[in-house]
């Protein structure tokens, strides 16, 4: 996965409205109208999340007459699978850049003996 | 023998463990883990995002919170107490993300357990409502789904 690409995965993820998003998409595509109402939210603003969603490959809209619904990119499932794929490619990363932090810790204890 | 650095990843009804192994005592991955400076270190995310609230109250009782932040992006935080600690060994604390999170308060439980200089580190998180892990994991399809873990299992499988 490019970092870019992960980025925008951190990004789509990491935020509780956009989980709740993709869990209303995983029981069928929804307009960005039918998307806002659960939620205190303007449809601009929910509107903004989708577009996160989008650019992180995890759903798309596609044209039906003046609707424009949004869907789940793959197969719910198998969303699923790559939701806890990333979940825990960001934990991944967060631990490896522990390993580094606790490299620096080593240095300046043996620094300071 | 070095620390396997792969993230081990288990589930249960009730609960995510993540576990993992570093090259360092028992102690300093703790300290990694309860002072905010070197919270901060490795906690940050990607390139473009910062760190602008890295609170941590090294004491039980405690409260510790991080919010991240990206120019382009929708910050988001996390939130919570510390329930227990054991310096070098053990740490318990809820977590609570921003918003409308479905997960709601879990309780995390992160062990140290050290052994030839490699420490191993086991962190679980406890979800109060079985059905709610099966939300956060499955992005909520529960209604009508009938997914089972093990069709999740065997599809991470493939």
């Known amino acids: 996965m490019r970092p870019e690409t992960l980025d925008a995965t951190f990004a789509a993820l990491a935020d509780p409205t956009r989980r709740a998003i993709l869990a209303r998409l995983a029981t069928g595509e929804a307009t960005i109208n039918e998307l806002a109402e659960p939620f205190a939210m303007s449809q601009p603003a929910i509107s903004k999340h989708v577009k996160v969603l989008e650019r992180a490959g995890l759903v798309t809209r596609r044209i039906d007459a003046q609707r424009r619904p949004v869907r789940l990119e793959a197969e719910p499932m198998k969303a699923a699978a790559s939701w806890i794929d990333d979940y825990r490619k960001f934990w991944e990363r967060r631990f490896d850049a522990l390993d580094a932090v606790l490299d620096e810790m080593k240095a300046e204890e043996k620094k300071s003996r | ?158």
Request: proline residues 4%; hydrophobic residues 35%; contains cysteine.
């Open chain 2, 1 to 158: 023998m070095p620390a396997d650095r792969s993230l081990k990843f288990e589930r249960s009804n009730h609960a995510l463990t993540f576990v993992r192994q570093f090259d360092a005592t028992a102690d300093q991955v703790y300290r990694a883990h309860t002072d905010a400076n070197l919270i901060r270190k490795w906690l940050l995310g990607p390139p473009g995002w910062s760190m602008p609230e890295c609170t941590h109250e090294n004491r039980i009782g405690g409260k510790y919170r991080y919010v991240w932040a990206h120019s382009d992006e929708q910050g988001f935080g996390i939130g919570g107490t510390i329930l227990d600690l054991k310096p070098g060994t053990r740490i318990v604390h809820t977590e609570l993300f921003d918003g409308v999170d479905m997960g709601g308060e879990t309780i995390v439980t992160t062990h140290f357990d050290e052994d030839g200089g490699v420490t191993t580190m086991r962190m679980c998180v406890i979800y109060d409502n079985p059905d709610v892990i099966e939300a956060a994991l499955a992005t909520g399809m529960t209604d009508g789904m009938q997914m089972s873990y093990e069709n999740l299992d065997r599809l991470v499988a493939n």
